[in-house]
């Protein structure tokens, strides 16, 4: 069954830096593409960032452009998150996802505490 196992969250001060990694098992992790998703509290779940299979091509929301860098090892089935220059309000539970088919998979998410 498709698994995702999301690490690396953390207490940060504004400006730091945290990386995320998720690790992927159930699936033929190279073919599909990769996302993260954060929640805020009182908030929707927001995409923050996208990977293609081969890793070729990123995309990410504009509140992150510039600070944040997905990235993914296709021999380790992990894919990660690198944020640096963080603020406030980068502070959320961070998601991995996977679509398969019709269906969207989650880790159970790490916590991102942005504060001095």
């Known amino acids: 069954q498709v698994q995702l196992v999301e690490s690396g969250g953390g207490l940060v001060q504004p400006g730091g830096s945290l990386r995320l990694s998720c690790a992927a098992s159930?699936?033929?992790?190279?073919?599909?593409?990769m996302n993260w998703y954060r929640q805020a509290p009182g908030k929707e779940r927001e995409l923050v960032a996208g990977i293609t299979g081969p890793g070729s091509s990123t995309n990410y929301a504009d509140s992150v452009k510039g600070r944040f860098t997905i990235s993914r090892d296709n021999r380790k089935n992990t894919v990660y998150l690198q944020m640096n220059s963080l603020k406030p309000e980068d502070t959320a539970k961070y998601y991995c996802n996977v679509r398969i088919a019709i269906r969207d998979y989650w880790g159970q998410g790490t916590q991102v505490t942005v504060s001095s």
């Open positions: 159930g699936f033929l992790f190279s073919l599909y593409p």
